[in-house]
C-alpha cells in the first residue's frame, strides 16, 4: 500500500501543480521527456502532499531531473544519488523519495551505493535512465553499452562485458524491479505506481532513447515492426503470452525458460507460466529479468515485488528500543551522565 506515514494532499492535485517552472533542457526527442511527463502524471494518483515528495539525483543528463519537478530535490554528484537518498529517508521516513539516474551515474561511478542501497532495501524509488551510452558527456561506452558497440572511447567496438540491470538488482537481493520503455507512457505511470506502493528499494530500469548518441540503441525492442514480437508485458496472476498474433508464450522446463507457439506439438494455454510477482524466490524472477530479443522477448512490467524488513522501518525500531530500555533518554542526558569539568 501506499505508505500510510507520508501525509496525505487535503485537496486534490493535478499534474500541473508537479511542473516546474525551469525550461527543459534535453534535446527534443529524448526518451526523457516521456519519462517527465509520466512522473507528473503518477504523483497526482499517489495523493501524498506536494511537500513530501523528495527527488534525488546524480550527475547526467537524467539527473536534471530534480529542476523539472516542482518538488524539493537535490541535485547531488556524480554518483552519489543513492548514498544522499539514504540519509534524506532515514533522517526523515515521512518524506516519499524518489532519485533519478542513469546507466552510468548508478552502475559505474556509483555502483557501490547502488548495489548497497538495494541490499538494505531503503524505502525508496530509483528510476534507472538506461539509454547505454554517456550522454552528457558526449558519447562514451557505459556498463550497459553492447559488446561491440563503436563509441567515442570504443572507436573499434567495446571488449567489455555489459551489465543486465535486472540481473545486478537481483543479484543484490532487490525486492522490486520492473522494467519498461520510453515510449509506452501508459506502461510507465503502471509501473510508477506499483514502484510508489511498494515498502522497500523500488528499481524501475527504463529502456530511454538518446537521439544524438545511442540512437535506437533499444530499436529491436521498440519499433513498431518488432515490438509486438520481443516484448512480453508481464501482469501478475496471469499467463505469459505475447506476439502480434498473441500466440505465443512463455514456458517453464526442468532446463528453465523456452519460447512456444500456442496450438502447436499439443501446447495450450494451460502450458503457459502464470506470472506471480510476489514470489519470494527470486529464481523464476531472474530468468525473467535476463531474457532478451531474438532468443526470447524481453519482459517488461513489474518482475519482482517480494515483502522484506526495511532498513528505515528496522533503524525506527532500535530507537525505539534504546528509548525504552536505556537510561539515556536525550542528548541532555547523555551530556550528564559521567564526569564534567568547569572551565574558568
Known sequence: MINSTVEKSRVPLTKEDFVSDQMVKWCPGCGAHAILSSVANVFPKIGYRKENFMFVSGIGCSSRFPYYMNTYGIHGIHGRAAAIASGVKIANPHLSVWVATGDGDSMAIGGNHFIHVIRRNIDMNIMLFNNQ???????????TTPMGTVTKTSPQGT????????????????TFFARTVDNNPKL???????????????????????????????????????????????????????????NKGIRLTAEGLEVVTIG?????????????????????HLMLA?????????????????????????????ITYAKETGKIKSVDDLLNSGETWEID
Do not use: W
Open 188 to 246: 510507465m505511470t503502471e509501473i510508477l505506481f506499483e514502484a510508489a506502493k511498494h515498502d522497500g528499494t523500488s528499481i524501475v530500469e527504463i529502456l530511454q532513447n538518446c537521439v544524438i548518441y545511442a540512437d535506437k540503441t533499444h530499436e529491436i525492442i521498440t519499433s513498431k515492426d518488432l515490438r509486438d514480437d520481443n516484448q512480453l508485458i508481464l501482469k501478475n496472476g496471469e499467463p505469459m503470452i505475447f506476439g502480434k498474433e498473441k
Open 159 to 174: 571488449i567489455e562485458h555489459p551489465f543486465n540491470a535486472g540481473e545486478l538488482v537481483l543479484g543484490a537481493q532487490g
Open 264 to 284: 502447436k506439438k499439443g501446447i495450450t494455454e494451460d502450458n503457459i507460466l502464470v506470472h506471480d510477482q510476489y514470489l519470494q524466490d527470486p529464481g523464476i
Open 133 to 143: 551510452i554517456y550522454g552528457l558527456t558526449k558519447g562514451q561506452f557505459s556498463p
Open 290 to 318: 535476463k531474457m532478451y530479443p531474438p532468443a526470447f522477448p524481453i519482459a517488461l512490467g513489474v518482475i519482482r515485488s517480494a515483502m522484506y524488513p526495511t532498513y528505515d522501518d528496522l533503524v525506527e525500531n532500535q
